[in-house]
């Protein structure tokens, strides 16, 4: 039996559309654009290509990842 990571998100609670998450396996922050198949699809905050990650390894940002990623947004729109 393997150990529950409670950091994942669970396959059932897959994170909707637009929701801030962290590809646990390299600590990239990406957005939810959408999910294929088994994967969930991330973009880069500011924008960039898609990757897919499997839902075993997104987990929910801390509270400075999440804010990091905003204030990434918020600049992309200022020209920053």
């Known amino acids: 039996m393997t150990a529950r990571n ?13 929701a801030v998450v962290v590809d646990r396996r390299d600590g990239r922050v990406g957005v939810v654009r959408g999910h294929v198949g088994p994967y969930v699809q991330l973009r880069p905050p500011r924008g960039g290509r898609e990757w897919d990650v499997p839902p075993e390894d997104v987990r929910l940002p ?10 990434a947004v918020a600049n992309r729109r200022w020209g920053r």
């Open 62 to 71: 801390t509270p400075a990842e999440e804010l990091s990623a905003k204030v």
């Open 6 to 18: 409670p950091d994942a998100v669970e396959q059932t609670a897959a994170p909707g559309v637009g």
